[in-house]
């Protein structure tokens, strides 16, 4: 029975909007062999994640790592030099039926104020549905749509603006309204966005 690829790392090219928002797209790196939780022995674990935080030098955190409530790992970091964290700061193993994530702890920014934090992330194991993206014979439109199909947390349709909105508009707002600045390739100034 062929195994389903891992789910591949996730790289993220934007500036993070808040100190912590790095710390949260940190969770990178998730991976494991794909099976349903109770064809797993107890207590078998489902693969392993690390965390990479994104922070400006100076700044710190220091959070517990808990999955369904129990302690697993402590995230300790303090940034040397600004931006993401290659390699992680703490790795640590994810067990099978995994329902629930959080971070509890404190940041420090480069100035020394200290502030806490608790964020808590359900989880969903797409891994029985992710085969789709992974069939290299088929065009990227159609494994997308596919893993749509079959996640059912997605709805894909053909693309519409409204009227007299153009892509690039659309574009545009959508960065204002999401507080973010599209990602371009870096050392190549002279690359426009081209749309259609």
């Known amino acids: 029975m062929p195994s389903t ?21 940190g969770l990178l790196r998730i991976f494991g062999k794909s099976a349903p939780a109770q064809a797993m022995p107890q207590g078998a674990k489902n ?8 922070l400006a030098a100076g700044e710190q955190v220091n959070a517990d790592v808990l999955i369904d409530g129990r302690t697993v790992a402590r995230l300790e ?3 040397v030099l ?3 964290k290659k390699l992680p700061a703490v790795v640590f193993d994810l067990p099978a039926g995994l329902q629930r994530f959080e971070l509890r702890g404190s940041h420090v920014d480069a100035q020394g104020r200290a502030t806490s934090f608790k964020k808590r992330w359900a989880v969903l194991d797409l891994a029985p549905v992710s085969h789709p993206l992974y069939d290299q014979s088929q065009p990227l439109i159609d494994r997308v749509r596919a893993f ?35 990602w371009t390739p870096p050392n190549m100034p002279g690359i426009q966005l081209m749309m259609t």
């Open 5 to 25: 690829p891992p789910s591949p790392a996730v790289h993220v090219h934007q500036q993070p909007r808040s100190p912590l928002a790095g710390l949260w797209t």
């Open 47 to 54: 693969g392993e994640a690390g965390i990479h935080p994104w």
């Open 77 to 79: 970091h303090k940034a």
């Open 82 to 84: 600004p931006g993401l």
């Open 148 to 182: 749509a199909h079959l996640s059912r947390l997605v709805e894909v349709g053909e693309p519409h603006l409204p009227a007299g909105i153009t892509a690039q508009a659309a574009l545009l707002e959508s960065e204002t309204r999401l507080n973010v600045r599209t």
